[in-house]
Structures are given as structure tokens and as C-alpha cells.
């Protein structure tokens, strides 16, 4: 395995290399029933830059692949049709957008798929690299090599969500797209897809304005979308200003829509400025007295961080984390206003849940968290919230070290909800390498149960999933 040299005390630069470990290293033990791949993805350029926004750099998927209490990983970038010009061409040929380098020839005629950083999802039988503007890119599950963009038949037209949505009952996987009419548009889509991979619905509509719509919700009935003051301005970005910018004047909207409904059905709703990347879980109440409410728990910032105001001045970073917020919409009451209730004081990110709770009541939440309350901190630990008592837990790290994003894996399929284990990336700042830790869920105080280590880091990346293994 090449390591990368010099070593970095941070983690925030690219690794130049792509490896394979058979056999890593385990402190403790795997448990025996833990089977199966945790797949990560985020930014890696391939040619870094100073000017290059976080959102824009190369995908990355790094797979930890468990089976019978061993451990191999292995990484590959994602060879979208840029990133294979660039490497053909030895140099960097496209910015942050995706734009082709002014005066640069060996940039003309290349397809833009994108970058294909943020998250990877399975669904009808398919590993998808994802992010927000472009298509799926299809991946081999095995080797990681890229297969290239997968529209389902057809049946996808423009961007595709970095967070779609797979229902547990009926195995449907909803998804949705914005700027969807044109870059830095209003435009957005709404879809489905059945669990064989047919997309069943793809409408069209128009959000009150145009705005960075990272995530969406879903109940059982209903589908939400944020369409929160991180707006987006295509006149802004010719006169050389921020393509996106935080305008709290315009307010907050969440378009709330019966699945079973059509696109003219969506009732906006209004509340106070903020933003939200992610959402930890949405899910519907009715009382005796005939109240009917849409309850959405989610990362909610003041002010959001890596964007600045329209004129470029950035926000504030002591307003710019995240905390558990509580929204709820009142159906069955008149007026749109909608409440937002904080949780916890609690800055963290990146929550995750039992998914087979989405879309429906939970329990068990979890989310990466700092110590202080100050964008640029860093994710120095792990919350476990429970929803029915508000009580939480923490683990913390080791000064310096940081941690990635959870992701929840069941016992059995058939397992109550939160009983099992959480997978997270941990980078050790003092050794300049990743570690892939190993949580009773429901435990995180009695630290990790087993511990996978690798001897170079995992680059900070977004999201991850887990698939267990078939046959």
C-alpha cells in the first residue's frame, strides 16, 4: 500500500493515491454478525486548488468491506467523464462548477457528469455515486469502478437528489432535483422509482425562489421541500458576485405535498430564517381531536457556513453550526406558519437513524458532534438522541482526532429499532491516519467494540451507506 508523503496533520486535503488492504488490523472484535460493506464517499480532487469550493473536488468511495470478524478496505475515485480528461491531460481543465478553464482546448467537447461526491445508495440491485446536479454514476460494489451515469431507463431527466429517500414498506425510493430549468434556476422535480428500479412519477414545478435545496423529507403520506434562504442567482454570478448567497430576508418555505397528491397540491409553508443540509427524520401525528401534523426533526444553522452573504461577506461563524431542531406543520389548521423548536444546544451534523424507521416515529437518532459551538471546530464525537425522552449520550475522541459521519447497522432485519451497531471514520490527528470504529448503538459511552485500522487516512468526505452481504 503507497502512503502518501509528507504526512498532514489535517484532514482536509485530498490523498493522492488509490489502494487495497486484504487483511487490516482489528483491535477488539468484529461482532460475528456484522456482515457486509460500509461504503463512504466525499471530496478528492485530483488536482487540488486554493480557489476550489469544498463541493467541488473529485469523488472519492473508500469501501470497508466485514465478513466473518476480518476487515479489507479499498478506494477508487470516481472516473466521471471530467475527471478522466484531467487525468488524460495531467493537469486541472475545470473549476468548482464544472466549467471548462478558460482558453484550455483539452476541456472542449467533455461531457459534464459531474463529480459524483457526496453520498452513495443502493436500490434495485445497483450501487449509485451521488450528488446534486447531475445523474447517478453507477458503481461496481465489488472492485469500485466506475460502470458511468445510470438514468434508470430513461426514466431520469435533469439533476438527481445526494439524498433520496427509500420507503421501508414499500421499498419505493422517492428523489427530487432543483435548479432543474436551468443552472441557478427555480426549477425543481419530484420522483419516484418502484423497488425494481422503474421510475413510476417525475413532475415538474417552480419553488417561490431559487435556492441550494440539500435535502428533502418524507412521511408516510407526505413529502417535504426545503426551500430555505441559501438562494441562488444566475444575474449574481455574471456580474462576478456569489452563484450562491445566504439572503435571510426571503424567508423560509417548506413545500409540503401528499405523495398520493399532484405538484399544484404543494401548500408552502412560511417560518423564520435558517438553513438546513439534513434532515433526521420526518414522520405524521394525529390526535383524538382531529389535529393532523407533519413532525420533521433536522440540523437546523442560524446562518449556514462555506457561503457568504450576497455582497461576499461571510456569516457568522458562531451562528454558522448546526443544532436538532424540531419543525411542525399544523395540516389541519389555517394559516402557514410553521413551528421550529429547538432540541438541543448540542452543534453537530450529519444525522442518521435506523432507517427502517424512515418516514415514520423513531427513537434513535445519531449524529457526529463538537465540543465547542463554532463552525471550523470539527466533528469531534458522536450523539446518540432518543426522540421519546430527549435524553442523549456522547463519545467523545481524543483531542485532535475527528469523526465522520455515523452510519447505523441492525442486528438482524428483524431487530427492534436502535438495536445494533454504528460504523464511523475516525482520523487520528497525532498518527496522520483513518480508523474505521465499531459502537453497540445504543452504548457509545463504553467507546468502541472493535477497532479497524488503516495505516493512511480516509480524507473528511459526506456520506456513506451500509450493504450487507447477499447470499
Known sequence: MTQETPPRRVNGAPITFEAEAAFLPIVGQLPAGLNGTLYRNGPNPQFPSADAHLFGGDGMLHAFELANGRASYRNRWVRTAHWKAEHQAGRRLFDGFGRPKEGDGAAAGVADEGVANTHVAWHAGRLLALEEAHLPIEIDPVTLATRGPFDFGGGLNGPFTAHPKTDPVTGEMLFFGYGTTG???????????????????????????????????????????????????????????????????????????????????????????????????????????GAHRIVADVMRYDEPPLFPYPDGRPTDPQRSVARLCRWTFD???????????????????????????????????????????RYGAGNEGLAHYDAVTGHRTLHYLPPGDRVSEPVFVPRA???????????????????????????????????????????????????????????
Open 183 to 289: 443552472p441557478l434556476s427555480s426549477g425543481m422535480t419530484y420522483g419516484a422509482m418502484d423497488p425494481a428500479g422503474h421510475v413510476t412519477r417525475f413532475d415538474r414545478f417552480e419553488a417561490p425562489y431559487a435556492s441550494m435545496v440539500h435535502d428533502f423529507a418524507m412521511t408516510e403520506g407526505h413529502v417535504l421541500f426545503p426551500v430555505l434562504p441559501l438562494s441562488a442567482s444566475m444575474a449574481r454570478a455574471q456580474r462576478g458576485l456569489p452563484p450562491f448567497a445566504w439572503e435571510p430576508e426571503l424567508g423560509a418555505r417548506v413545500g409540503v405535498m401528499p405523495r398520493d397528491g399532484r405538484v399544484e397540491d404543494i401548500r408552502w409553508f412560511e417560518g423564520d430564517a435558517g438553513y438546513v443540509f439534513h434532515v433526521m427524520n420526518a414522520w405524521e401525528e394525529q390526535d383524538d381531536k
Open 331 to 373: 395540516l389541519s389548521a389555517p394559516g402557514n406558519r410553521f413551528e421550529q423548536q429547538p432540541l438541543d444546544d448540542l452543534a453537530g451534523e450529519f444525522p442518521r437513524i435506523d432507517e427502517r424507521r424512515a418516514g415514520l416515529p423513531y427513537r434513535h437518532g445519531w449524529y457526529a458532534c463538537q465540543r465547542e459551538a
Open 413 to 471: 432485519p428483524d431487530a427492534p429499532e436502535g438495536e445494533g451497531w454504528l460504523l464511523a471514520t475516525v482520523y487520528r490527528a497525532a498518527e496522520c491516519r483513518s480508523d474505521l470504529v465499531v459502537f453497540n448503538a445504543q452504548a457509545l459511552v463504553d467507546g468502541p467494540i472493535a477497532t479497524v485500522q488503516l495505516s493512511h487516512r480516509v480524507p473528511s468526505g459526506f456520506h456513506g451507506s451500509w450493504l450487507p452481504a447477499r447470499g
